[in-house]
């Protein structure tokens, strides 16, 4: 008889929780995954660009450098194995201006060391494949694609229960407590306080993993684990100019972020986002103002100079768990804290872009941590 009540409680039933329970769940009978939405995939998951990333920009020898080149393979094959929709769009990366060829070499090199296939074009090269943009130049990314977040995490979901997980939404973890043989977690589930056992615990909370790892006794300061909510917004472009792209569009990133770029989705909608904003509250604010137009409308016309301000309207945004504030990013935390004393669980913090595209090589890492 099992001495505790589960094998495996993974928190977040995000894409990242998801996919761990679907690799997890083919050895292990006992696995539970806690939502405290309503639904999985709510937050993080299903707000995002849903971009198949190569794994350009990444510091070589980082986890989101090797993840994502890692699971970005296995991504597309699953795709085409289970029939999730995706497309192989592919990608440039667009220098505006002559002074900015120098940053696309130093891009080239640091996609190359991360074992990504990419290729310089000149300005007469990249208005054969893009001929409406503004460019002095680019690099062209044959792996980078398109997926629906959604049908994923869908298929993870379904892949879980048909193994025998369970997966719980509407129940918020409260608790956790180091006990003999692993842990003691407790819930609110609709106001009622629920506890049960578990040998180990995986902590992909998203937005609020530093929270579970402050309820297992960890000091998340001391740790470096404090996340700070940063706020991409995203704005539509009318039907009328949508098929002036054909593939994904990105400009020389920036110290904070890879830019506002152009995106389309599996439907053929053209968007541009995301911008960057950093949240004073760690608080789920969803609004897209308008009053971000003109400021969208200066970076679009950068890439797009034929938009105009009637042909955008503002769209979608997401939050993403961001591991530092302003400046340097930083590589995902994912921790066996053994160290600590907390033998079992693993803590999963600061998983933002890639984390999808890295989704299912996250989760046999997992997996390698807890062995």
Same mark, same amino acid.
């Given at each position: 008889m099992?001495?505790? #009540?589960?094998? /495996? /409680? *993974? =928190?977040?039933? %995000?894409? /990242? %929780?998801?996919?761990?329970?679907? @690799?997890?769940?083919? $050895? @292990?009978?006992?696995?539970?995954?806690?939502? $405290? &939405?309503?639904?999985?995939?709510?937050?993080?998951?299903?707000? &995002?660009?849903?971009?198949? @990333?190569?794994? !350009?920009?990444?510091?070589?020898?980082?986890l989101k450098a090797s993840l994502c080149v890692e699971g970005r393979e296995e991504l597309y094959a699953l795709c085409k194995k289970h029939n999730i929709p995706f497309s192989p769009i592919t990608k440039i990366i667009s220098a505006r201006t002559p002074d900015e060829l120098p940053i696309l070499q130093n891009i080239l090199e640091n996609g190359t060391a991360n074992g990504v296939d990419l290729k310089i074009l000149d300005a007469k090269e990249t208005q054969r494949l893009e001929p409406n943009i503004t460019t002095c130049g680019s690099i062209f990314s044959p792996r980078? %694609? *398109? !997926?629906?977040? @959604?049908?994923?995490?869908?298929?993870y979901f379904h892949t879980s229960k048909n193994q025998g997980a369970t997966i719980q939404c509407q129940c918020e973890v409260v608790g956790i407590e180091k006990t003999s043989g692993g842990y003691s977690v407790t819930i609110n589930d609709s106001g009622s306080m629920v506890s049960f056992t578990t040998e180990k615990v995986i902590n992909a909370a998203g937005l609020y993993s530093d929270r579970i790892a402050s309820l297992a006794g960890i000091n998340i300061d001391d740790a470096g684990y404090r996340l700070h909510f940063c706020k991409g917004s995203y704005f539509s472009i009318s039907s009328s100019k949508s098929k002036l792209i054909s593939r994904l569009v990105y400009p020389v990133p920036t110290k904070d972020s890879l830019g506002v770029h152009a995106l389309l989705d599996l439907g053929g909608r053209l968007k541009f986002g995301p911008d960057v904003e950093y949240l004073t509250k760690n608080e789920?604010?969803?609004?897209?103002?308008?009053? $971000?137009?003109?400021?969208?409308?200066?970076? !679009?016309? +950068? =890439?797009?100079?034929?938009?105009?301000?009637? #042909? !955008?309207?503002? #769209? *979608?945004?997401? =939050?993403?768990? +961001?591991? +530092?504030?302003? %400046?340097?990013p930083r590589d995902f935390v994912m921790v066996h804290e053994k160290e600590r004393g907390l033998t079992g669980l693993v803590n999963l913090i600061g998983i933002e872009s890639p984390g999808l595209t890295a989704s299912p090589a996250i989760a046999r890492y997992v997996e390698k941590l807890l062995a």
């Open positions: 099992a001495s505790t #009540d589960f094998e /495996v /409680v *993974i =928190i977040g039933a %995000g894409v /990242v %929780g998801l996919a761990i329970a679907a @690799h997890l769940s083919v $050895k @292990h009978a006992r696995i539970a995954v806690l939502e $405290k &939405n309503a639904m999985y995939g709510m937050e993080t998951s299903s707000r &995002n660009s849903e971009v198949i @990333h190569a794994g !350009i920009y990444y510091q070589p020898g980082s980078t %694609g *398109i !997926i629906s977040a @959604h049908a994923l995490m869908d298929y789920q604010d969803y609004t897209v103002s308008d009053a $971000k137009r003109m400021q969208f409308l200066e970076s !679009i016309q +950068k =890439i797009l100079p034929s938009v105009a301000e009637s #042909d !955008i309207a503002p #769209d *979608i945004c997401g =939050i993403r768990p +961001k591991l +530092k504030g302003e %400046g340097m």
